[in-house]
C-alpha cells in the first residue's frame, strides 16, 4: 500500500487500486501515527471501502494521586468529582433531547413521503434524512464531550466505571417501566460509546486511569455506606435535571450522578489502601455547563 493506491494479488494479475484520502486520514497521518499492516475491505453499493488502523507510541505520565478524578457517564450529562479538592463538576449534554428530536423528525419525514412513493426504495426518504446529519451531529456532540472531560481531568489519575458489554440492554431487561420511546433513548443515548472514547483519549495523551466495579455507586451513601432514598424522579426524557437522594441515616442529601462519582473515587481509594476517606461534603449545587 501507498498514499497513491493499493495493490491487490488475484488469480491473473496484479490490480492497482487508486485511493481517495478522507482529511481524517491526513490528520492523524501528519501527527505522529503509524500505518499498521492489518486493514480489512467494506463493499457500500457501488464504492469500495479500505478501513486502515493507525498506531502511535506515547510515554504514559506518572500516575499521579495528588489529584483523583471520579467520572460518572450518564445519559444526558457526565459529573466529574475532584479529591481532595472536594469539588464536583457537571457537564450537561442532554443527548436524550438529541435522540428524541431526530426520532421525531424522521417519523415525520417517512410518514410525509411514504405515503405518495412507498417505503422500498424511496429516494425522497433516504435524500431527506440524508440532509438531517444525524450521525454528523452526534458524533461532534460526543467528540466536544470528550474534550471538555480530558481538560477537566489531564493532570490527575481518572477512575473510570467499567461497563460491561450490551450494558443499555441488560438495563432495559431489567426495568419493567420503559416504554418504546425511553427503549429507543437509553440505546441510542451511547453511554458506553461514550466511555470508550473517553479511555481512549486517555490513553492517547498518556493520562492514567483505572476500571472499578460500578455496581450501587449511585445508591450508596458515600458518607457512612447506606442505602439511599429518591427524592425527586429519575425520568431524564427532557434532559437533564437534579436527582436528588438522601440517606436515611446520616441525613446527606445530594444529587445521584455527584454520589456515583464520589462513590467511584471512594471505591479506589479503599481498593489501593489510600488515605481513609474522610466525611466530605460537596457544595449542594455542582457547576453546570453545557457543550
Known sequence: MTLSGVKIATQKRWLNVPLQLYKQFWKHYNSGWVLRSSARWKIAEDKLYLYVVFAKNVEEKRENTAKIYGVDINENNVTVYEYPANKATTIVTNFSKIVLGYAYKRARIQQRWSKTYGVDGNRRVR????????????????????????DIVKDGLVVLEKLPKRFQDRVIEKSKVLNGVDVHRLKQSSIRGIYKMVAE???????????????????????????????????????????????????????????????????????????????????????????
Open 127 to 150: 435524500y431527506a434524512l440524508r440532509k438531517l446529519r444525524e450521525r454528523n451531529v452526534k458524533r461532534d456532540a460526543k467528540h466536544k464531550l470528550v474534550r471538555r472531560i480530558l
Open 201 to 291: 483519549k486517555l490513553a492517547e495523551h498518556g493520562v492514567p486511569y483505572v476500571l472499578v466495579n460500578p455496581f450501587y455507586t449511585s445508591s450508596t451513601c458515600p458518607m457512612c455506606n447506606s442505602k439511599l432514598s429518591p427524592m425527586t424522579g429519575s425520568a431524564q426524557r427532557s434532559g437533564w435535571r437534579p436527582r436528588l437522594m438522601k440517606c436515611p441515616s446520616c441525613v446527606f442529601v445530594h444529587d445521584r450522578d455527584v454520589v456515583g462519582a464520589m462513590n467511584l473515587v471512594r471505591k479506589y481509594l479503599l481498593d489501593v489502601g489510600a488515605v481513609p476517606w474522610a466525611s466530605r461534603r460537596v457544595p449542594m449545587t455542582p457547576v453546570q455547563s453545557g457543550l
